[in-house]
């Protein structure tokens, strides 16, 4: 029956819907090793310009079941942010964040001079045989990451990347092994953004190399940071607003970078935190429900 809803919209709506929830899935990727662990990358459409090309190869080369297709290819990029995470993780602040762009850049050279990618001219994605709808699809994968993103938060390696994100001599002290957490992070990040790659790639039936360029991965930058960093629910706000932004700003798309500037701007002045940053929605809920979170009953016990 939810199928059969999603069907009857017009495809306008269908796509900005589709649009927001693959720019969800991106986002709440990005936060993991930018929210959570506190390493800014301006990497991250390297990572989805490598999901969106293994899941097409995958598809035109081998012709695997979708479901298949989206687990690999979020696989394949995890595999590649490690390889390339273990050496640059080492650094931090600016010389990290330009590593990773640098990074992206040569991802999108690379693409662009590779047969197998079809070069400048890019690839037609075939339509993928499943058996739900993509926008059913991609409502599957934005619920379940968003869990999978409460689920690290809120455990021990959650934790740990908090600690690494407040003070990395201090977690260091303690007995974390941050180069581990740290290329642990950015994997985890990296297979979120291949799983949106993938389904970006299938969506639109096209992909070329120049769509994955720095404006990109600012655009997923931007989300996070609007929504608040290290905030799953901001996360989300983030995504959608400035997903459907695009839409909305037609009449002055060639301002568009503009408005993001001034409103981030306008964020970092009167919001620091983001819009829904510094929240704390687990207890809020646990509040809701009759109970008490666990920082509140070691409180209470140490009194």
């Known amino acids: 029956m939810f199928q059969n809803m999603l069907n009857s919209l017009d495809p306008y709506t269908m796509q900005i819907l589709v649009n927001i929830g693959i ?10 090793i930018t929210g959570l662990t506190g390493q800014l990358s301006l990497g991250h459409a ?3 310009s490598v999901g969106a090309f293994a899941g097409a ?17 979020g696989l394949i990029t995890a595999v590649v942010a490690a390889a390339i995470g273990w050496p640059i993780l080492r650094l931090t602040g600016d010389y990290l964040a330009i590593c990773t762009l640098g990074f992206a850049e040569i991802v999108k050279v690379v693409f662009l001079n590779l047969e ?5 001219l890019g690839l037609t994605v075939p339509t993928p045989r499943s058996d739900l709808s993509m926008p059913v699809i ?15 938060e809120n455990s021990r390696f959650g934790r740990a990347l908090k600690a690494i994100r407040d003070d990395e001599i201090a977690a260091e002290s303690m007995g974390i092994n941050i180069a581990r957490y740290k290329v642990q992070s950015f ?7 291949g799983v949106g790659g993938c389904l970006y790639a ?8 120049s769509d994955f360029g720095f404006i990109k991965s600012i655009d997923m930058l931007s989300m996070v940071v609007l929504g608040g960093l290290g905030s799953i629910p901001g996360t989300v706000f983030g995504a959608t607003i400035l997903s459907a932004a695009p839409e909305f ?3 002055m798309s060639q301002y568009r970078m503009l408005v993001y500037g001034a409103l981030l701007v306008f964020l970092m002045v009167f919001r620091p935190n983001g819009l829904l940053g510094g929240i704390d929605f687990t207890g809020l809920v646990l509040r809701k429900l009759g109970v008490k979170p666990r920082g509140e009953i070691r409180k209470e016990g140490g009194h």
């Open 138 to 152: 991609v409502l599957i994968v934005v619920v379940l990451v968003i869990a999978a993103s409460a689920f690290i």
């Open 249 to 251: 700003l037609r009449f």
């Open 202 to 209: 299938h969506f639109l039936g096209y992909i070329n190399p």
């Open 23 to 32: 720019g969800i899935i991106l986002a709440l990727g990005l936060n993991i």
């Open 46 to 48: 390297a990572f989805m």
């Open 116 to 120: 197998v990618t079809n070069k400048a």
């Open 57 to 73: 190869l995958l598809t035109i080369k081998t012709g695997v079941p979708f479901y298949l297709n989206i687990l690999l290819s």
């Open 187 to 193: 994997a985890v990040s990296a297979f979120m953004a």
